[in-house]
């Protein structure tokens, strides 16, 4: 079974990825862990490509192609062979990061972000977490925590509030997949909806393999 996380910066969703991980784990389920940006070497590497130096530094269409090209090395290397061994996926961030960062930042790109996913990824989660909550905590969040990839961060709370409605919007359109978990609680709370969810729904998908 494949599982995601997506939400806006500091939102939350590293940390409920890492605790979904570890309940699952103590269930008896073999889970692995993994992120984008990266998750694999060769993706790794671009990564700090993309999260690093100036924000202007690539076209709306090269990082599309950049994202794209991570994402590939990353199902190729380590998602596609986890799943085929049986194991459980749980990844921080997927296309649904590519469909609304890169699909609604600069203009509206989503077809070209859709055409590229069809081409060169095919692949969906089997259930997504979208956490939502309010920009400018989640901003602050993110802040606090600093580092040096403040790429997409810096683009500030408007940017930010545009790529939670955007979020929301995938949440409709994906139903099927996507269950919305209110990040203003208290992580705990949080972790348990996520957990109840993930472990109602991972029978039903070991029983389809
Ligand atoms: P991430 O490491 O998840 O940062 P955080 O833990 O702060 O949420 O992602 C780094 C940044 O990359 C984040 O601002 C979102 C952005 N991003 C995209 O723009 N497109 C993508 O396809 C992905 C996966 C991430």
């Given at each position: 079974m494949f599982i995601t996380f997506e939400g806006i910066d500091g939102c939350g969703k590293s940390t409920q990825a890492r605790m979904l991980a570890q309940t699952l784990r103590e269930a008896g389920h073999d889970v692995v862990l993994t992120r984008e940006p990266g998750g694999s070497p060769g993706a790794e590497e671009i990564r700090e490509l993309l999260l690093r130096g100036d924000?202007?530094?690539?076209?709306?269409?090269?990082?599309?192609?950049?994202f794209t090209a991570a994402r590939r090395?990353?199902?190729?290397?380590?998602?596609?062979?986890?799943?085929?061994?049986?194991r459980v996926v749980v990844c921080d961030r997927f296309a649904d990061s590519t469909r609304v960062y890169q699909g609604l930042s600069r203009g509206d790109l989503r077809g070209l972000v859709d055409q590229l996913h069809a081409l060169m990824i095919g692949r969906e989660p089997d259930l997504t977490f979208i956490i939502d909550m309010d920009p400018e905590t989640a901003l602050a969040r993110a802040r606090e925590r600093g580092g040096g990839e403040a790429r997409f961060e810096d683009f500030g709370a408007d940017l930010q509030r545009r790529m939670r409605a955007g979020f929301l919007a995938l949440a409709r359109e994906f139903s099927g997949r996507c269950r919305v978990l209110d990040g203003s609680r208290a992580p705990q709370?949080?972790?348990?909806?996520?957990a109840a969810l993930?472990?109602?729904?991972?029978?039903a998908a070991e029983a389809g393999r």
């Open positions: 924000p202007d530094r690539w076209s709306a269409e090269t990082e599309i192609l950049l090395d990353h199902l190729e290397r380590v998602i596609a062979p986890a799943l085929a061994a049986g709370e949080v972790a348990r909806e996520a993930a472990l109602a729904a991972l029978p």
